[in-house]
């Protein structure tokens, strides 16, 4: 299996800019009562809109199928008090596209379902632009490996943090890639993306799609803990999640600016 290899300016600098005060809870998946997973997300692309997922935990032993939550009163309020009905569309999906999010603006979650009530807040910040992707040689185990480089200029002054999610001809590469600019304040950023699973790795004429995230500090530190998880992946329960949801559930809810750029490997 290929594993990630990573500098030592950039391990320390990804342990050392985890803090803060968000809840983490540690879960036994094979014997806790189920709980409400929340991912909700307002986004600044009106094809996108604003989508909230609500399912049950599940145990670790079981066949993963997706629990939802139905039936759930779910909305959204911006910080000008307007608030958004996010009706269900299918089972546990909760959408409303009207709802497009603007940088500087704060949303507001509001769950209702089966008598408990759970709220989240983020603020959407600054869309950071990447300025292209680039193919790159990289050293694994003996061989060679293509990997895609995003490069982007992150703005002067702390407080910018990063989640990008990686494509392999349409399907998802399950490894999270989250920063924020405890080391890179004000600098080109050129982090490698790489892939921990040998089945991912490149090939000529694979179309290869990063969507970069720009997030709020709360949703970072998520994103990281998800990073630092057994399995790596954005779409299971991480070990010790580090959620911003209030109440008794976990997961998270973002306003997050969003853009993607492509590149086919030569």
């Given at each position: 299996?290929?594993?990630?290899?990573?500098?030592?300016?950039?391990?320390?600098?990804?342990?050392?800019s985890?803090?803060?005060?968000e809840?983490?809870?540690?879960?036994?998946?094979?014997?806790?009562?189920?709980?409400?997973?929340?991912?909700?997300h307002?986004?600044?692309?009106?094809?996108?809109?604003?989508i909230?997922?609500l399912?049950?935990?599940?145990?670790?032993?079981?066949?993963?199928?997706?629990?939802?939550?139905?039936?759930?009163?779910?909305?959204?309020?911006?910080?000008?008090g307007?608030?958004?009905?996010?009706?269900?569309?299918?089972?546990?999906?909760?959408?409303?596209?009207?709802?497009?999010?603007?940088?500087?603006?704060?949303?507001?979650?509001?769950?209702?379902?089966?008598?408990?009530?759970?709220?989240?807040?983020?603020?959407?910040?600054?869309?950071?632009?990447?300025?292209?992707?680039?193919?790159?040689d990289?050293?694994?185990?003996?061989?060679?490996?293509?990997v895609?480089?995003?490069?982007?200029?992150?703005?002067?002054?702390?407080?910018?943090?990063?989640?990008l999610?990686?494509?392999?001809?349409?399907?998802?590469?399950?490894?999270?890639?989250?920063?924020?600019?405890?080391?890179?304040?004000?600098?080109?950023?050129?982090?490698?993306?790489?892939?921990?699973?040998?089945?991912?790795e490149?090939?000529?004429?694979?179309?290869?799609?990063?969507?970069?995230?720009?997030?709020?500090?709360?949703?970072?530190?998520?994103?990281?803990?998800?990073?630092?998880?057994?399995?790596?992946?954005?779409?299971?329960?991480?070990?010790?999640?580090?959620?911003?949801?209030?109440?008794?559930?976990?997961?998270?809810?973002?306003?997050?600016?969003?853009?993607k750029?492509?590149?086919?490997?030569?």
């Amino acid at each position: 299996m290929m594993n990630k290899i990573f500098s030592i300016p950039f391990v320390a600098f990804l342990l050392f800019s985890l803090t803060g005060c968000e809840k983490v809870i540690s879960l036994d998946l094979n014997t806790t009562a189920p709980v409400i997973v929340v991912d909700g997300h307002v986004s600044n692309q009106a094809a996108t809109g604003s989508i909230v997922r609500l399912s049950y935990t599940n145990k670790v032993q079981s066949d993963h199928t997706i629990v939802p939550v139905t039936g759930a009163a779910v909305t959204i309020q911006e910080d000008n008090g307007t608030v958004y009905a996010l009706p269900e569309v299918s089972a546990g999906v909760y959408r409303n596209e009207a709802l497009v999010g603007v940088t500087g603006r704060t949303y507001h979650l509001k769950i209702v379902t089966n008598g408990v009530t759970l709220t989240a807040s983020s603020k959407m910040p600054v869309m950071v632009n990447v300025d292209s992707l680039v193919v790159e040689d990289f050293p694994n185990f003996g061989k060679t490996v293509k990997v895609v480089t995003p490069y982007y200029n992150d703005p002067a002054g702390r407080g910018n943090n990063y989640n990008l999610v990686l494509f392999k001809n349409g399907r998802l590469i399950k490894d999270v890639f989250a920063y924020d600019d405890a080391f890179i304040d004000g600098r080109k950023v050129t982090f490698p993306l790489i892939y921990s699973r040998e089945s991912d790795e490149f090939k000529k004429g694979d179309v290869i799609e990063v969507v970069m995230n720009c997030i709020d500090a709360a949703n970072y530190k998520y994103w990281f803990s998800f990073s630092q998880s057994s399995n790596g992946s954005p779409v299971a329960i991480p070990d010790n999640p580090v959620s911003n949801i209030e109440g008794n559930a976990i997961g998270v809810f973002g306003a997050a600016t969003c853009q993607k750029r492509a590149v086919i490997i030569p």
